[in-house]
């Protein structure tokens, strides 16, 4: 059983969950993987499955289980697809990316009126991820719990849109090439979400996934594994925000609480809209001048 401990003074929470130290580690041992098809009865009874054939049984496109390590008292984990290396949201089909943000918006609406539901996604082994095989997972936290989390960021260094979502880096950016996406209509929650907009935000994570993956590829982190985060923000005014592990926290910001972005947010969005080699190619012929 979990428990909540607060800071008085400054309102913060932490959450005491002794469970969450049986959790398998992603190493180069080799092991049977609990959420390949073919392994259902590794896992508990699915409460949400997409595709063929019975419940807890292969056959299936994507699954929601309930997580065997819980952070709280509803923890689900949702399987991307029955691939062990192809399930991150870059490598996926654009229609089962569709499927998947459509698990989120069913799991969320399940849930909304139990507290706060946080949806979120820890891809690579420098992301937290404690499983290889690509999956996101969802948290219900007790409404009397102030989340540490930021508000909507105002629309500034925008990368790419489409009809119902701004992509964009915002000036309080924390990581390098941080991203948001968020609904071009305000106010609303996730849950909220219909089908049109899915398919428009399922469309555009994935490209901008790509995109700053290719930016891990070319850049002084190539060779090392792509990691990433992102989450939904729970609440009113929702955003889905993307925080590449291209670096680590260290003593200073542990320390001060103050966040060190080593790329300006104007220069990473011009780097994601692929402005970065006209640039370059503008500066040359200046400097040949």
């Known amino acids: 059983m979990s428990r909540y401990v607060p800071d008085i003074l400054s309102k913060r929470w932490v959450i005491i969950a002794p469970s969450r130290v ?25 409460v949400l ?53 459509k698990a989120y918006r069913d ?14 996604c820890n891809k690579g082994e420098l992301s937290g991820a404690s499983l290889a095989h690509p999956h996101s997972q969802l948290v219900v936290i007790p409404s009397q719990i102030n989340l540490d989390t930021l508000s909507r960021e105002p629309l500034n260094n925008i990368v790419d849109e489409n009809n119902f979502f701004n992509v964009y880096c915002p000036d309080f950016s924390q990581w390098p090439y941080e991203v948001w996406i968020a609904p071009k209509k305000t106010g609303g929650f996730f849950g909220d979400i219909n089908d049109e907009e899915i398919e428009d935000l399922a469309n555009i994570q994935q490209k901008i996934i790509k995109q700053i993956k290719n930016i891990h590829t070319k850049g002084k982190n190539k060779g090392e594994d792509f990691s990433y985060n992102y989450y939904i923000y729970p609440k009113e005014n929702w955003y889905l925000r993307i925080i590449p592990r291209f670096v680590s ?30 640039m370059t190619k503008v500066l040359e012929k200046l400097k040949n001048r």
């Open 249 to 278: 926290r260290a003593g200073f910001e542990l320390g001060t609480g103050l966040n060190v972005n080593v790329v300006d947010p104007a220069q990473a969005a011009l780097e994601l809209k692929g402005f970065d080699k006209k």
């Open 107 to 120: 799991r969320y609406n399940f849930h909304r009126t139990k507290g706060q539901v946080i949806i979120f």
């Open 22 to 46: 049986g959790r398998p580690g992603i190493n180069g041992k080799k092991h049977v993987c609990p959420l390949c098809s073919g392994n259902e009865s590794m896992t508990p009874p699915e």
């Open 49 to 101: 499955r997409y595709g063929k054939g019975d419940a807890n049984k292969p056959g299936w496109t994507l699954r929601v289980i309930p997580n065997l390590y819980p952070i709280t008292d509803f923890h689900e984990v949702i399987v991307h697809s029955p691939s062990h290396t192809e399930g991150s949201v870059e490598n996926l089909p654009l229609s089962q990316v569709n499927l998947l943000i």
